[in-house]
């Protein structure tokens, strides 16, 4: 596979007409002095003697990026209140890894708000994977002022096994489900990892002690591509057969509207118009209401 000819096709996908003012906005905004960024739960840029006319361009240039799907994310005074509170997943995965002088990669990394968390590790690369013009541009919007030398590929999961060089952690967070061949995804993770590498990975599951999956006809929870969703059983066994040795269960949780809920960010629906109004236990469509599992598997 030749990933540079792939980065070349893909640089090109910033001159899309629904994308270049995004790219326009960000090459104008100036470079503000005495920035303080803290990354906690929010990742929060401090911007010291803002005019009302900065203010303005900062909030111009955000807005144009919508949807915001993770985050939050303040700048100055502006707070981009994300559809999902990221931090409650990431303080929750935040116990169970260690990244110091580690190569890491995101795979489906979004705009960057784990990766920048990760910044407070001090790994030695962080690398973020996903294929998505608009999610690059907000990285690239919130990484003019945090000036972090994360480096964000505009490719895919399909893409790592081939990568110029192994991980020794890679994060995973909700892919898995979008995937038609969910062990050939995990085999593509597992060939990107370093022998003795980990991978962090969720994603939905359903109860039950066997080792099934459910497999929606249509959509789930209004979302057209997801596949499968397993028992824990299912997505252990999915994991040893892409060539783990190892997989120890981390937690599980189930969806509310503390983590995933709509915002002025998104301009859509969200959590709440995907669950069924009379029982939030189900999905619109019948099924068993979102649950995620998260895991660490161990090459």
Known sequence: ???????????????????????????????????????????????????????????????????????????????????W???????????????????VGDIGCNNGYYLFRMLNHAPKKLIGFDPSAVYYSQFAFINHFVQSDIKYELLGVEHVAFY?????????????????DPIAMLKSLFKGLHT??????????????????????????????????????ALSNWCHRAGFTSVEILETSITNADEQRKTQWIDGQSLEDFLDPEDSSKTVEGYPAPQRVYIKAIK
């Open 1 to 83: 596979m030749d990933l540079a000819q792939i980065r070349e096709a893909r640089q090109k996908w910033l001159t899309w007409k629904n994308i270049v003012p995004l790219q326009e906005a960000i090459g104008k905004l100036p470079q503000y002095k005495d920035i303080e960024v803290k990354l906690g739960d929010s990742i929060e840029i401090v911007l010291p003697s803002l005019t009302t006319t900065q203010e303005k361009q900062i909030f111009d240039t955000a807005v144009l990026m919508k949807p915001w799907r993770k985050g939050p994310f303040d700048v100055g005074s502006l707070c981009i209140d994300s559809e």
């Open 85 to 103: 509170q990221s931090q409650i997943k990431y303080n929750l995965l935040e116990p169970h890894f260690n990244l110091k002088d580690k190569v």
């Open 196 to 233: 003795g590498g980990e991978l962090i990975l969720d994603t939905f599951m359903i109860e039950g002690e066997g080792e099934i999956c459910l497999t929606p006809k249509g959509r789930y929870s209004k979302i057209p591509n997801i596949y499968f969703v397993p028992t824990i059983s």
């Open 164 to 180: 110029e060089h192994k991980f020794d952690t890679l994060f995973c967070l909700g892919v898995l489900y979008h995937r038609s």
